[in-house]
């Protein structure tokens, strides 16, 4: 049964189980917990805590995971696995600075405990997690040499003092591939040999998963293989980590990241392993999750390659999927219009869009306006960031000194309320809409096209998501789902896509690439349209009605 | 559903056609696909999906009543005939198949009809001259020149079209060959009508796009029908309205000469391709139809290319058809 009030939600949370309600009510549910917390709750134990941080980090709902972890320290101290949870948090919303003072801090307390057994498991893990912080320095500034070395001393440091913790040892000989990169195949001197490093995390990992198969597991020893040069065991490997019904989008996500990031394996050329274990997922997740991912830094590959090699790119890089190259030609185009939007400290909390101010409303000018959702930019609708505190950017916006430009709010032309998912009415109301000038944007800045005209319902009726999902990494995805349902006053839309968290104010598109919807929610028991009971949906509202109130 | 802002009404043309459902989805297929022949309209020339749009549409059946269901299964000639003669997309039309029934005029203005009309047709369709020892006949082939057909293929053509109008236009009792019979002109047009109402139920604005002899069927209705709903564009596409002979048995009770549907229709637009031999020599009918309340057709040409000139999936790759039926549909 689908939790329907927030107290349901934060009881699931801290029960260790993960709701699929919209993203306004998941922030609710966690927003009582914290309350819970910070009024001293009796009833609210730490692994209450414990769990609904964990459910929320593995889903990518980073800030509510910081705001319990946060809330616990200020109120009871400190607990280890609660401030491991939320450094992690930290490191997938790249605020790096504060989760390495954070992590720190935490090794220091853990190291005063050598008797507990929980301070001591997180000891390993903080010391790792300062591994991470490092790498991930390096990935954001590749002349960042110091950081690299860093990475690969403090990964290698923990898994040769544990060496069951594979996990370490697959990021050091990562890292280690990297330093080898950049001094021209040297080693650095006293460092254990790559090829020995990679054979013993191999066997360790084999080893364990014949005790315990776990997706991490596969994802390692893919790694190791790919490591070793063995590029069809690598495969091999992948494959049996896509097989698993236990991995999940964030396993996924992160091991094609690694690839990417560390490995610079690119999809489009599946001649090095790299790049065919990454064209295999891509594949993979355009069949199987109705999914395609693109990041800044593939777009002048895969512009290259539709330039010059449109079939391979489709080969590769979409498989069998309903995917066709003009799938990933919008998606080049939606990618400069389409904007992230986050808080002041840099928090990706969710997607908003250009539209042309004229086609929503004469007054407003033919320069771009942007549109999200209410409970994304709003100074009323709880958990939504305030105005003066949201930033939007552009992924493929030229970078000043490394740094994309936040554009800030300068005006809030409109905003309407969010409404609960399914519900009807005649008056054009609870558009879960706000309507924003964005500072400093240029006047000539791409808008999407949007239609005022939704698709008629029938088994080939699509609609395609585009947003930013939450997490480190810069990225767009476009999902593709059926078109489920409209409602009489054609005001809401109803479609089947498995949309990621950060999807909140994406624009749904049509066949023809015409804004038809903002995304607004998603639901796996979600009130039909028409007629009686529930479904499994996520809920636009259409741009036709959003223009429709404005010119009411 | 909530009702939208447009719907469109196909109307179809001469000869037997495949089952509705299939006939409706090659219609479709044929407006919607993207530059569908960039050697005759350069591209860009997107097509229109009118799913995605969201424009509803009824497809205006007929060919049951003189071929029952004896369907079209060659769909060919509605796909692209890359590297195809147009003589292929005749043979997949079946417009080499005889007539199913001879008309038999009965009156003396039947007999003059029947008469001129063949003949108007006669005159855009030239018999290919035999091929002369020694020419190679792919050569000609080259050619494709506009209604150069084989004399039996010409004869069949001309005889069908001529059937189908003189049972439409004389309101002909039709008993097909399964013994079902039909007043042709009566028939058709309550089944228009029907389709009519039901867009108007399902859209706002009514747009209407005939082809070859549906187009007489739609002017008949929206001129002669008193029922008819009010439709907002009318599309004629390779047309024989601009026969003499037809427009005398279309034209209202007590007037000298056809007019503009106005009482029911807001626009006409008729895309013809000069050479296309359905259209017989007058293919423009701004001059044929007298302009009422300011309202006059609005003649466009565009090519239709190849050797048979009238395939209905050819206008609709048209950049012009397309742009007309985008701003038909407010789109």
């Known amino acids: 049964m689908t939790p329907t009030t927030a107290q349901a939600v934060a009881h699931d949370l801290k029960a260790g189980r993960f709701p699929v309600v919209s993203d306004w009510l998941l922030a609710k549910g966690a927003q009582l917990i914290v309350d819970e917390i910070q009024q001293g709750a009796v009833a609210l134990g730490v692994q209450q805590a414990r769990n609904a941080a964990a459910r929320l980090n593995d889903n990518c709902y980073f800030e509510l995971t910081r705001a319990i972890a946060k809330a616990w320290y200020g109120r009871k101290g400190f607990d280890p696995v609660l401030q491991k949870r939320r450094v992690q948090a930290l490191i997938n919303t790249t605020l790096l600075d504060e989760a390495q003072s954070m992590a720190t801090e935490a090794i220091a307390v853990c190291e005063k405990h050598p008797g507990d057994i929980v301070y001591r498991r997180e000891l390993l893990e903080f010391r790792g997690l300062l591994g991470r912080i490092a790498k991930q320095r390096y990935v954001n500034n590749t002349d960042d040499l110091d950081s690299l070395v860093d990475a690969t001393n403090r990964y290698l440091a923990q898994y040769l003092s544990a060496p069951e913790s594979y996990w370490h040892g697959i990021n050091a000989l990562a890292c280690l591939n990297l330093e080898l990169h950049q001094s021209g195949g040297i080693p650095r001197p006293a460092l254990p040999d790559f090829n020995d490093l990679a054979r013993k995390i191999l066997e360790t990992v084999v080893e364990s998963c014949r005790s315990k198969p776990d997706p991490w597991a596969y994802a390692t020893a893919s790694e190791a293989c790919l490591a070793l040069g063995r590029c069809d065991d690598a495969e091999l490997w992948l494959y049996r980590m896509l097989s698993s019904k236990d991995t999940t989008r964030f396993q996924l996500d992160s091991y094609s990241r690694q690839l990417r990031e560390i490995w610079r394996g690119d999809p489009t050329s599946p001649v090095v392993c790299a790049g065919r274990l990454l064209s295999i997922i891509a594949n993979f997740c355009a069949q199987r999750q109705a999914r395609i991912t693109l990041v800044p830094s593939q777009v002048p590959a895969i512009q290259a390659a539709l330039a010059n090699d449109e079939r391979g790119l489709e080969k590769n890089f979409l498989g069998e999927s309903s995917f066709s190259v003009d799938s990933i030609r919008s998606l080049l185009s939606a990618f400069r219009s389409v904007g992230c939007v986050m808080n002041d400290i840099g928090e990706r909390l969710g997607t908003g869009f250009l539209l042309s101010g004229a086609w929503l409303k004469p007054v407003y000018g033919a320069g771009p306006v942007f549109l999200t959702n209410a409970h994304v930019i709003s100074d009323t609708v709880t958990n939504a960031i305030p105005t003066g505190k949201a930033r939007v950017t552009f992924e493929l916006d030229t970078p000043v000194a490394g740094n994309l430009t936040r554009y800030a709010v300068s005006e809030v032309l409109f905003t309407s309320e969010p409404g609960p998912v399914g519900a009807r009415n005649d008056e054009l109301k609870m558009l879960d809409c706000t309507i924003v000038r964005l500072r400093d944007l240029p006047g000539d800045a791409p808008v999407l096209q949007a239609t005022r005209d939704l698709p008629l319902l029938g088994p080939k009726a699509r609609a395609f998501v585009a947003g930013h999902p939450r997490g480190a990494g810069l990225q767009i995805a476009l999902h593709d789902s059926l078109l489920l349902d409209i409602d009489d006053q054609e005001r809401l839309v109803h479609y089947r896509t498995p949309t990621d968290p950060g999807s909140s104010g994406s624009p749904v598109f049509n066949a023809d690439w015409e804004v038809m919807a903002l995304h607004h929610a998603g639901l796996a028991e979600a009130p039909r349209l028409n007629g009686e009971g529930t479904y499994e949906a996520n809920e636009g509202v259409s741009m036709s009605a959003i223009r429709r109130r404005l010119r009411s | ?331």
């Open chain 2, 1 to 331: 559903m909530p009702k939208r802002r447009s719907a469109v009404v196909f109307v179809h043309g001469l000869a037997k056609k495949p089952p509705p459902d299939k006939l409706l989805e090659l219609w479709l297929m044929g407006i919607s696909r993207d530059n569908p022949r960039p050697d005759v309209f350069a591209p860009p020339n997107k097509g229109i999906n009118l799913y995605t749009k969201g424009v509803p549409h009824e497809l205006n059946y007929y060919a049951d009543v003189f071929y029952a269901d004896d369907y079209e299964t060659d769909f060919s000639s509605y796909f692209e005939a890359e590297g195809r003669g147009a003589d292929a997309e005749i043979l997949a039309d079946k417009l080499d198949e005889p007539a199913p029934v001879a008309p038999i005029p009965v009156t003396p203005e039947e007999q003059a009809f029947l008469a001129r009309f063949e003949a108007e047709l006669s005159s855009q369709l030239i018999t290919e001259p035999p091929v002369a020892p020694g020419i190679n006949p792919a050569a000609l082939a080259g050619a494709e020149i506009a209604g150069l057909l084989p004399a039996a293929w010409r004869e069949a053509i001309i005889k069908k079209a001529a059937m189908e109008a003189y049972y439409f236009l004389f309101d002909k009792e039709y008993t097909r060959k399964d013994g079902v019979n039909f007043q042709v002109r009566s028939e058709l047009r309550r089944r228009l009508v029907d389709k009519l109402k039901a867009a108007a139920e399902k859209g706002e604005k009514l747009v209407v796009v005939s082809h070859s002899m549906g187009t007489m069927v739609a002017y008949d209705v929206l001129r002669n029908c008193a029922d008819c709903p009010k439709v907002e564009t009318l599309i004629t596409l390779g047309s024989p309205l601009g026969i003499k002979e037809v427009q005398v048995e279309l034209r209202a009770p007590g007037l000298q000469k056809n007019d503009f549907p106005a009482a029911t229709t807001s626009r006409w637009i008729n895309i013809y391709d000069p050479l296309d031999p359905i259209c017989g020599a007058d293919p423009k009918f701004a001059n044929d139809f007298e302009p009422v309340d300011g309202k006059s057709v609005e003649d466009i040409k565009e090519s239709n290319w190849s050797k048979w000139r009238h395939t209905i999936t050819h206008y609709f790759a048209g950049l012009q058809f397309r742009a007309k039926l985008t701003e038909a549909l407010d789109l």
